[in-house]
C-alpha cells in the first residue's frame, strides 16, 4: 500500500517553456501532498503544502506564481514550472499523506527537469 | 529556526556490522520521527517512524528516541552492501500539522 506516482520521471525542456509534472496517490486518499525540490548532494527542501481543493501553501522564498500547484482531488495534484530556466533545472519529488495520526509521508519517484 | 541535524558522513561500516546513525532536533515539542532511506538519483523510502521514547524495532532496522536529549538515532544489524544509501531523519515538529522538516542526511557505505 501507500504507493505514489509521478509523471513524468525525466523532462528536458528548453528555456522559457512551462512543464507539469503529476503527481498521484494510487492506493489511498491523500488529503495533504507536499512538493519537494533537491539539487545534487542537498537534502530535501519543501517547496509547498497542498490540501484538496484549497490553495497551496508555499515556503518562503519560493515563488508561487512560477511553480503553479493545483490539488483537484485527493489522488492527484500537478506541479507546473512555468517560464523554465536552467537554474531551475533539479530533482523535483512530490509526497503524500492520508492524514494517519503519526503523518508518514510517502514519496513519488521524483522528476528529474534539466532545462536548457 | 526549528532544525534536525545529521553527520553528513560518510559513516564507513564492514558488512555484518552494526551501523549507528544519529540526528538531533531543535523543537522539544516534536512530536513524530521519521527515518528514510534515499538510494542515489532517488527517492526518500520511508523505513519507520517512532514517537514515544524508547526502542522500535523492525527487522533490521532500530529507532531509538530520547526526547529528553532531543535525539533520535537508526541502528541497522547485520549491515548489508545494499544498506549504503544516504539515510533521512524527518521531524515533525509542534504546530507544523503534516509537514516534515528533513535533515541534510548522513551517507552510509557498507563495505565488502
Known amino acids: 500500500g501507500a504507493v505514489v506516482s509521478q509523471h513524468p520521471s525525466r523532462v528536458i525542456c528548453k528555456s522559457g517553456t512551462s512543464v507539469k509534472i503529476e503527481c498521484r496517490s494510487l492506493d489511498f486518499q491523500a488529503t495533504t501532498m507536499f512538493w519537494y525540490r533537491q539539487f545534487p548532494k542537498q537534502s530535501l527542501m519543501l517547496m509547498a503544502t497542498?490540501?484538496?481543493?484549497?490553495?497551496?501553501?508555499?515556503e518562503q522564498g519560493v515563488e508561487k506564481d512560477k511553480f503553479l500547484i493545483n490539488h483537484a482531488s485527493l489522488t492527484l495534484s500537478t506541479l507546473t514550472v512555468t517560464s523554465a530556466h536552467p537554474e531551475d533545472s533539479s530533482f523535483y519529488i512530490c509526497?503524500?499523506?492520508?492524514?494517519?495520526?503519526?503523518?508518514?509521508?510517502?514519496f513519488g519517484p521524483g522528476t528529474r527537469l534539466t532545462v536548457l | 529556526q526549528k532544525e534536525v541535524e545529521q553527520n553528513s558522513g560518510p559513516l564507513s561500516v564492514p558488512e555484518g556490522a552494526i551501523a549507528s546513525l544519529n540526528c538531533t532536533y531543535s523543537d522539544r515539542g516534536s512530536q513524530s520521527f521519521f527515518w528514510y532511506r534515499q538510494y542515489s538519483g532517488k527517492s526518500p523510502e520511508l523505513i519507520m517512524f517512532i514517537y514515544s521514547n524508547g526502542d522500535k524495532e523492525d527487522g533490521r532496522f532500530t529507532a531509538q528516541l530520547n526526547k529528553a536529549s532531543q535525539y533520535v538515532s537508526l541502528l541497522i544489524r547485520d549491515s548489508q552492501p545494499s544498506d549504503s544509501a544516504t539515510y533521512l531523519c524527518?521531524?515533525?515538529?509542534?504546530?507544523?500539522?503534516?509537514?516534515?522538516?528533513f535533515g541534510t542526511g548522513t551517507r552510509l557505505q557498507v563495505t565488502l
Open positions: 509526497s503524500a499523506t492520508s492524514g494517519t495520526s503519526y503523518n508518514e509521508q510517502f
Open positions: 497542498s490540501n484538496e481543493g484549497s490553495k497551496a501553501t508555499y
Open positions: 524527518a521531524v515533525s515538529f509542534t504546530g507544523t500539522a503534516s509537514k516534515l522538516t
